[in-house]
């Protein structure tokens, strides 16, 4: 496995691309909580050893190599929130916590036994799908782009995940997890606010909120 460091680059180069962002430095630089300078020397180490496309540009882009040890690193990470969250009974920000420190320190065999041990899951406990045992749910939406209607929560974003978990335990307390059916019943015309019911709440989300929240529409 990759170095503490470089594996927190590429877990998050993954992220973002799953999320459909273009990842650059800055951004790196933001979701990391680092400074420019030290990501270009974090992405020069992963240039010299392979893990970086050389023809991206500005845009950062993994080679072969370097996109199956960032799905190797999810994989680890979404495993170890299912044992916390399944086995341990920690809530889902906590697990999330508990589980980038812990993804590091665990070999490829007591993976193996704990993704077998817990019933080969599909896929987190926001939702995400494992990589290397499952895909994403096909036809699903962000929320924010569903307008009015019927649709089942699918995941949570990996953005709230990590740069928001405020907004991660805000989901959580209501119930907007994946399963959870809701229907948006009114999206204001000025600030774009949603109205939504779900678990039998009324709530009312921002834009930013809707767009973290994956749906299938019904």
Same mark, same amino acid.
Request: proline share 5%.
């Given at each position: +496995?990759? =170095? ?25 630089? @933001?979701? /990391?909580?680092? =400074? ?5 020397? %974090?992405?020069?180490? +992963?240039?010299?050893? %392979? ?38 009974? /920690? ?11 812990? @993804? ?13 041990? /817990?019933?080969?899951?599909? =896929? ?24 009015? %209607? ?7 974003? @990996? ?6 978990? =405020? ?9 907007? $997890? ?8 009114? $999206? ?19 834009? @930013? ?5 994956? $749906?299938?529409?019904?």
């Amino acid at each position: +496995m990759p =170095s503490e460091v470089i594996s927190r680059y590429l877990e998050a180069i993954y992220y973002m691309r799953a999320e459909g962002e273009t990842v650059t430095n800055a951004r790196l630089a @933001e979701w /990391l909580g680092v =400074s420019r300078p030290t990501v270009t020397a %974090g992405l020069r180490r +992963m240039a010299r050893d %392979g893990l970086l496309r050389a023809d991206a540009g500005k845009e950062v882009l993994l080679t072969a190599e370097g996109d199956d040890k960032a799905a190797a690193i999810v994989r680890r990470h979404r495993i170890m929130e299912r044992w916390l969250t399944d086995a341990l009974g /920690l809530d889902w920000v906590v697990a999330d916590e508990e589980a980038a420190r812990l @993804e590091h320190a665990i070999s490829d065999l007591v993976e193996q036994r704990l993704y077998e041990a /817990l019933g080969r899951p599909a =896929s987190c406990p926001h939702g995400n799908p494992i990589p290397g045992h499952s895909e994403p749910v096909a036809g699903e939406v962000r929320l924010a782009a569903l307008g009015t %209607g019927r649709a089942t929560v699918t995941r949570i974003s @990996e953005v709230a995940e990590r740069e928001a978990p =405020s907004l991660l335990q805000y989901l959580h307390e209501r119930n907007l $997890v994946p399963g959870t059916a809701l229907a948006v019943t009114e $999206v204001d015309s000025v600030g774009r606010n949603l109205r939504v019911v779900a678990a039998g709440r009324d709530l009312t989300l921002s834009q @930013e909120t809707a767009g973290k929240v994956w $749906v299938l529409p019904d």
